[in-house]
């Protein structure tokens, strides 16, 4: 009986430890595996059925841009997602950063988005502190546009530093040769506050694409300099795509931004 009451709390013993033992490996485990679903690229990305903002009113092309930072995106779902009316026709995906840094994901969306139908472009993140001709040289030799491919886009958001005179010293260089390597003028990105303290004036015959999540009033009451593109959320749901991402419109129809592109 002795014996019997000893292998019974032997066995009541293993199983508390065993208890303890699972619950220390999901403490440990959970967030990871709870973070690795949400992470893992082999996981498609759960349905969405609204965009989540506030869309703005008066606006036929509605767009988006892209980096590694979405992980892998499913095209095919972001190009069929319509939601009142509302359909996006195009996409800018970073290619480059600084002197020699290319996206990881690029090449993979720019093919991917071009086959579901989506009007494609390419933009460089800009370090003002950093060669203007070689950073030029890094989205070239990254980036092939063929016809019907947006315009090349330079996004400058941060002064690194610089001066306004030496920040638009180098930019000017960078333009130029993005210019002249493919027959277009590319498209400046910033916010109202980086233009109006470094570039207002400077860049006036480049088409400008201004970043500025104010209301919608409030924008169109505090910046007046014409706008070919609005980035005007940066948390937007798309089907297909996992995490919030930015919107975009364009100052004008489908047809005029088809003309914009390389010819």
Not at 38 to 61: C, D, L, Q, R, W
Not at 228 to 242: A, F, T, Y
Request: proline share 4%.
């Amino acid at each position: 009986m002795f014996i019997l009451k000893e292998v019974k709390l032997f066995i009541r013993l293993i199983s508390i430890l065993s208890s303890i033992l699972i619950v220390t490996v999901l403490i440990i485990k959970a967030p990871l595996w709870f973070a690795n679903y949400f992470t893992n690229e082999n996981v498609p990305p759960p349905p969405v059925a609204t965009f989540g903002i506030h869309m703005p009113k008066g606006y036929s092309v509605h767009g988006i841009d892209v980096s590694k930072h979405q992980g892998t995106i499913d095209w095919k779902r972001v190009s069929l997602m319509e939601k009142n009316g509302i359909k996006f026709r195009f996409v800018y995906i970073k290619a480059t950063e600084g002197i020699s840094s290319q996206d990881k994901k690029f090449r993979e969306n720019w093919k991917n988005s071009a086959q579901q139908g989506l009007l494609r472009g390419a933009y460089h993140f800009y370090y003002p502190s950093r060669d203007a001709g070689r950073q030029a040289d890094n989205f070239i030799s990254t980036v092939k546009l063929i016809k019907g491919d947006l315009p090349p886009v330079v996004d400058i958001e941060h002064s690194n530093s610089k001066s306004a005179a030496k920040i638009c010293e180098g930019l000017r260089v960078f333009v130029d040769r993005i210019e002249k390597h493919y027959g277009v003028k590319p498209i400046i990105y910033t916010n109202i506050h980086f233009y109006e303290n470094f570039l207002q004036g400077k860049f006036d015959k480049y088409p400008l694409w201004i970043s500025c999540y104010f209301e919608h009033e409030r924008f169109f009451s505090e910046f007046t300099r014409t706008w070919i593109l609005w980035q005007h959320s940066e948390k937007g749901n798309v089907d297909g795509i996992r995490g919030n991402v930015d919107f975009n419109v364009f100052n004008g129809t489908l047809e005029q931004l088809r003309k914009k592109g390389i010819q």
